[in-house]
């Protein structure tokens, strides 16, 4: 999001944020807060809640206890608006199989409220190294590709908030590095969370959290 | 790219997204038809049509049209939780669209069995409706009826363990005001021809409005806590 | 705690006014006695339905896991009250119309209650997850709420819908029926002590659910 040329700050406050289930409690009382040009890097063993955290961010999930906020420009963003201000990138995240993926980002595209020409859906396929693959249906595509399809859906209207919940699952060395690459250069005008396991991912990280300790 | 907040167009391009999903898969209509032609043809096969008063009539068309409607209205919203699709349309769509969206597409997919039932058993039952105009009006009434009230009954049941026992023991109670004018006003349109027709259908008619009106507003109201649960 | 006391008395004499007091209705005779607990337990399921759909509200507004018990609490009681307003319906109208069943606009109305109190449980016990199980059942509630006025109102104002059920209102019932002073004294003894019991269970199983931590803790913010 851009006035004047020049990008607001996006915040992200996590305010002693709790989640139960049951008599489970997965998370316990996380706080943290990240800013636009900052990375939070989420780590743990499996299970220890790193995606529930990342949907909790989201607002997928309600937390038991805590808030979350988002601000931009230091107003506050209402949930409604969530769609606009978050990129979202994790293994739960599905196309639709029968349609291309020009036609995926396309519909994506359209139910955001933008007006998208083909030339931009190409050059963001090019970008993530799926050019000329964009008249293929989704269903053809390799895990591999599928997880690059998702940073075109999840940058395609140039969110303030990253969401990257396994940044680099199912990719080639070749992916990796293009993720790595493409997290570096979103950094600057971006707030970015990853959830991972990695430890490359994690040194990116300017906070991180250490969950099921 | 520029950014705008159209409702209107958002919705559209859920309803073009099932559309084309739809032609490319056939998940939703061949099974429909196949049921409903199979229902009409039990119903055909069971009753003597000259035995039966105008009212009989209805009700039966109706009941292969609710059915129709129990077999198939629900699987919009429950393909996309099968296919794991629903996480991607949540991140990126309004509640409002996605409602409007798959509305609009359960009044099509409704349409298109209703379009091909309704003459299908005026010739099997060898009826002519006294009334077409308002035969045809009871029919896409009563039609959009089933579908302001089934749409949204959809979404909970695809958030739910989804039986498909569940989607018809939610939906009928709710649909019973719209069935039941639905097959009042179709009753007086095999009986009758205008105005005596017309009169007697008229609060049918009124009643048919009004309920699709009052479902899909409250649906509106509500969708966003099925929808975001 | 003196008011359950109060209650059972009040109720008691309820039923003795009903046999003793209140004189049998010259038409029907001694069948007649059923108004007394029909009309009431009809009334109380209406109520029980209006107070789901209202902690439905609450839950979706606040999310306190104490309303949605309320709501599945107050609809339990709804459906039980449900089932005596229809049998006990359907043994007055064998009485005095010949049928047990008609189908006639307050019949269906009745029968419909029923199955949306059956509709929202078979939900309930369809979803695992609690704050899931609240939002859906929640909405559901609230739906079949909107809905039921117009299957009350409006389909029977229909002219071509031809009724069973006099038409005037609960105080006198036409035909060969007329409301003695006596019989109007204890139906409305009868609706407000059925209205009390609907209370006090209510307020019983709320109280057994809190004890027994059915009710997670109240969630702070």
Redesign the interface.
């Known amino acids: 999001m851009t006035t004047d040329g020049k990008t607001e700050v996006f915040e992200l406050v996590l305010e002693s944020v709790s989640k139960s289930?049951?008599a489970r409690q997965v998370l316990r009382s996380v706080s943290a807060t990240v800013r636009t040009g900052q990375v939070l890097a989420i780590t743990g063993p499996n299970g220890s809640g790193k995606s529930t955290l990342i949907k909790a961010v989201c607002r997928l999930i309600?937390p038991?206890?805590g808030?979350i906020l988002w601000k931009l420009g230091g107003k506050e963003v209402p949930a409604e608006a969530g769609r606009k201000v978050i990129g979202f990138v994790s293994p739960d995240l599905m196309f639709y199989d029968e349609l291309t993926a020009a036609e995926n980002l396309r519909f994506f595209a359209q139910v955001r409220g933008m007006k998208i020409a083909d030339e931009d859906i190409e050059s963001a396929l090019d970008s993530l190294h799926l050019g000329g693959r964009g008249s293929d249906v989704v269903g053809s595509y390799s895990s591999g590709m599928k997880q690059r399809l998702k940073y075109a859906y999840a940058l395609q209207h140039d969110p303030p908030l990253l969401l990257l919940d396994e940044p680099t699952a199912n990719l080639d060395t070749q992916g990796v590095s293009l993720v790595h690459d493409l997290i570096e250069d979103s950094k600057r005008s971006k707030c970015i969370v990853i959830a991972t396991n990695e430890p490359e991912e994690v040194g990116l990280g300017d906070i991180v959290i250490k969950l099921g300790e | 790219m520029t950014s705008s907040s159209n409702w209107g167009s958002e919705s559209l391009a859920v309803l073009w997204k099932d559309l084309l999903s739809e032609f490319r898969t056939r998940y939703s209509l061949s099974a429909v038809l196949l049921f409903s032609v199979t229902a009409l043809a039990v119903v055909s096969f069971s009753v003597s049509p000259y035995a039966l008063d105008p009212e009989a009539k209805a009700a039966f068309l109706w009941i292969v049209l609710f059915f129709s409607a129990m077999s198939g209205l629900s699987r919009s919203f429950v393909r996309e939780e099968e296919t794991r699709t629903a996480l991607a349309l949540r991140l990126s769509a309004s509640a409002d669209a996605v409602y409007m969206g798959k509305l609009l597409f359960n009044i099509v997919l409704q349409s298109a069995v209703a379009a091909i039932v309704v003459p299908l058993f005026l010739l099997l039952m060898d009826t002519r409706p006294a009334n077409p105009a308002l035969l045809t009006a009871a029919t896409a009434l009563g039609t959009l009826a089933l579908a302001s009230?089934s749409t949204?009954?959809a979404a909970?049941v695809s958030?739910?363990?989804?039986?498909g026992a569940?989607f018809a023991?939610?939906a009928?109670?709710?649909s019973?005001?719209g069935l039941?004018?639905a097959i009042?006003a179709t009753a007086e349109a095999l009986r009758g021809s205008m105005p005596e027709a017309g009169i007697?259908a008229a609060?049918?008619i009124r009643?048919l409005i009004?309920?699709s009106a009052?479902?899909i507003a409250?649906?509106l109201l509500?969708f966003d806590?099925?929808w975001n649960? | 705690m003196a008011a359950k006391w109060f209650l059972g008395v009040w109720m008691i004499l309820v039923i003795l006014g009903a046999f003793f007091y209140a004189p049998a209705s010259l038409g029907l005779g001694q069948i007649s006695r059923i108004i007394f607990f029909h009309i009431p337990t009809a009334w109380v399921t209406v109520l029980a339905f209006l107070m789901c759909a209202i902690y439905s509200l609450r839950y979706?507004k606040k999310?306190q896991p104490g309303d949605d018990m309320a709501a599945s609490v107050s609809a339990e009681l709804g459906f039980l009250f449900c089932i005596i307003a229809t049998v006990s319906g359907s043994i007055f109208a064998k009485a005095t119309w010949g049928s047990y069943w008609n189908w006639d606009p307050r019949e269906?109305s009745i029968f419909?209650l029923l199955?949306?109190y059956?509709?929202y449980f078979?939900?309930r016990t369809?979803?695992?997850?609690?704050?899931?199980r609240g939002?859906?059942s929640?909405?559901?509630a609230?739906?079949?709420f909107?809905?039921v006025p117009?299957?009350v109102f409006?389909?029977p104002?229909?002219?071509?819908v031809q009724s069973l059920h006099p038409s005037e209102s609960v105080v006198s019932t036409g035909g060969e029926f007329t409301m003695d002073g006596r019989m109007l004294t204890v139906l409305l003894a009868s609706l407000a002590g059925f209205t009390g019991v609907l209370a006090w269970v209510f307020s019983l199983r709320m109280r057994a659910a809190r004890l027994l931590g059915t009710i997670?803790q109240r969630?702070?913010?």
């Open positions: 289930y049951g309600r038991t206890h808030r | 009230s949204i009954i909970i958030r739910a363990n989804a039986k569940l023991v939610l009928f109670p709710l019973l005001p039941s004018s009042g007697g609060g049918d009643v009004a309920y009052l479902m409250a649906s509500l806590y099925v649960s | 979706l999310r269906t419909v199955l949306i059956g509709a078979a939900l369809s979803v695992d997850e609690p704050e899931r939002s859906l929640a909405v559901y609230l739906l079949a909107v809905t117009i299957l409006v389909v104002r229909i002219p071509a997670p969630k702070e913010d």
